[in-house]
DNA sequence: CCGCCTTTTGTTATCGATCACATAATGGAG
DNA sequence: CTCCATTATGTGATCGATAACAAAAGGCGG
């Protein structure tokens, strides 16, 4: 329960009561230059200035946050049911908040339902966090639960005006994808979609089915799925059954590798009988055998972004960073999509 | 005459001096409940027992870390460049922080060099940290800057006796995999090194190295690689002009898709021509084609194991725990590993 | 029953910052 | 040149915990 003392460097860091005797002036003037420098007379500022140099100065922040009953501290929570979540949006995130002074604490939510509430609770009771942001879609009541005391920023989830924070959860790529598929040739396709409770996954289903109906296509089937291979295995062994689908539309590339899979097993070949198409672009997609077709994201970026939102739901000044739109979103072919087979459906009675 | 804080609202948390009041004692009492209930009169204990349950309360760590000098805070340093390093690791580690009431700052360590030496100076001088848990191996400079301010655990690196702090860089199940692929009849072998700054990667080399020459195997050679597909694929394309190499032994799964893409751009078969097997059992690799034959590692338990031994090292009394040995760690065949050709290297004359 | 030592509890100071209010300095109008 | 509104700076209190020291309570031999 109790650490060792933290920084026993040479000497103890200077406070502004050391800074204030070097300058000539109060303790209270140097408080006032870091809250507003502007709002000192020139000299007397300048002379804290140097003072505040030359002792190498830094504010003690846990004597700030004691007195401002503010914390420089924000929380991140991550699936701990997905077991790869891409760190690199994590990182993205983290390393805006640096640039802000504030520290990010990483938590991992596991499990649902009432369970995962109280493990909320707890965490938002353990140590006062100035916001949050989530990579896990929050059920209704956990968020308001946790609004009420902080700012909540769901990474690619809804703001309260009901605009999509674009980005993560955009789903036009959906759009690309099926007009991908349609060009190829095929008319009845399928969608492997992730677990709706991720605006993500609804919006990609949500644009697919548009696209579809629009491009006049088949729809051969949604199966709804966790984000992993196991489960896009599983959901396209349901979808195979029907010989007429010659496409499937995976809402990431895991379970683009897990319908691979289950074609596979089934002796159709990805893809001159089905072609397969993912979301995500992971670094190992484009080795696969076939390569993956698939949806490339900048995922640091929209970390990073997601923070920043966050961060300007800190202060009530400022308004939310424009939303950068789709950048770096794009569809990027491989071989695992190709023209639909001349015969389609029929390829089993081709030999 | 100094009275507790006004009103205890149910908007602001409780503080020790409520509790006292409430519980009939000194502030200081409950502090030193706090501190070692066994210390207090069983009586006294209980009422300040009660007292806190009633109150809800919790203390406050920003006033304790002042007056103590110390904070809750530790630093998880995660590679940046890895785009998907496990955040299962992290959250595990992450979990046993916060069971011990500490909370964990991720930053992404980028780059190489003074560059990443500077980067690590200015985050340790940005806020007083406990300790910190490194996922990055540490150049020697590096390591010793930082241990100077605060205990540093480098995951699955050595500890200053030099005993391999296990798990994480326990190369041994190499072994395994050089005896399989020995049983399989391979007679000459090959592997991909991971980064050799990284002891799990020089471990895995190191053993394989001792079990090729205990088994009287032929070593194929070995190519050193960063983590990822895109380099275990551009390794595997100088490893495969020795058409008599039956088999590789990868570093991680992400280098044996990669090596498999280079082999299949040859028109070697896996595992028919040629065996491969891999490392880590990501969740996709059950369902690659052909499904990967790897190591599988309990990711989450190894992170928590790692923030262990940063927690023990935090109490100067306590010993480490007990290295758990290599539990967990388990080779698992799949379909990418199978029998030798019968004329290994003649393959391409076979048709 | 006293005195002395040990255990238990209470009182006041302190960590390093900001806040609230008091006071000194400045500046423009009359 | 005075007066008063403004601006700039200083003084003391405060956030919620622990540290240091003081005092009270309990135990035991003589």
Not at 21 to 44: E, I, N
Not at 49 to 72: G, V
Not at 248 to 266: C, K, P, S, T, Y
């Amino acid at each position: 329960m109790k650490p060792p003392p933290a920084g026993a460097g040479p000497g103890r860091a200077a406070t502004i009561y050391e800074v204030a005797r070097l300058a000539g002036v109060s303790h209270q003037t140097v408080s006032r230059y870091m809250a507003d420098p502007s709002k000192l007379k020139a000299a007397t500022s300048e002379k804290v200035e140097r003072a505040m140099a030359e002792l190498n100065y830094t504010p003690n922040l846990t004597a700030r946050s004691l007195r401002t009953r503010s914390t420089y501290r924000l929380l991140a929570l991550v699936p701990g049911a997905s077991p790869y979540f891409p760190s690199r949006m994590l990182t993205g995130a983290a390393a805006a908040a640096q640039d802000a002074g504030y520290h990010l604490d990483v938590v991992a939510l596991e499990g649902s339902g009432p369970d995962r509430t109280e493990r909320l609770r707890r965490i938002l009771d353990g140590g006062p966090f100035a916001g949050a942001l989530s990579f896990v879609p929050l059920a209704g009541t956990d968020l308001l639960q946790a609004q009420e005391r902080i700012p909540v920023v769901v990474a690619g989830e809804y703001d309260d005006q009901m605009r999509g924070q674009g980005r993560m959860s955009d789903g036009s790529a959906a759009g690309s994808i099926v007009a991908h598929l349609a060009a190829l040739g095929h008319r009845r396709i399928a969608h492997i979609a992730g677990p709706q409770e991720w605006p993500a996954a609804r919006n990609r289903l949500r644009v697919y089915r548009q696209a579809v109906q629009e491009a006049g296509l088949e729809d051969g089937g949604v199966a709804e799925a966790e984000w992993n291979a196991a489960s896009g295995y599983a959901a396209a062994q349901t979808l195979v059954a029907d010989r007429s689908i010659t496409a499937i539309f995976a809402a990431n590339d895991q379970l683009a590798v897990g319908a691979i899979r289950a074609l596979h097993e089934e002796g159709r070949r990805v893809p001159d009988d089905v072609s397969v198409v993912g979301w995500d672009d992971h670094p190992e997609s484009a080795f696969l055998v076939p390569s993956l077709t698939t949806v490339h994201m900048d995922l640091e970026a929209q970390g990073s972004h997601a923070m920043k939102q966050l961060l300007a739901a800190l202060k009530p000044g400022r308004t939310p960073p424009p939303e950068p739109g789709t950048a770096g979103m794009r569809l990027v072919l491989r071989e695992s999509s190709g023209p639909a087979p001349r015969a389609p459906g029929q390829t089993s009675l081709e030999a």
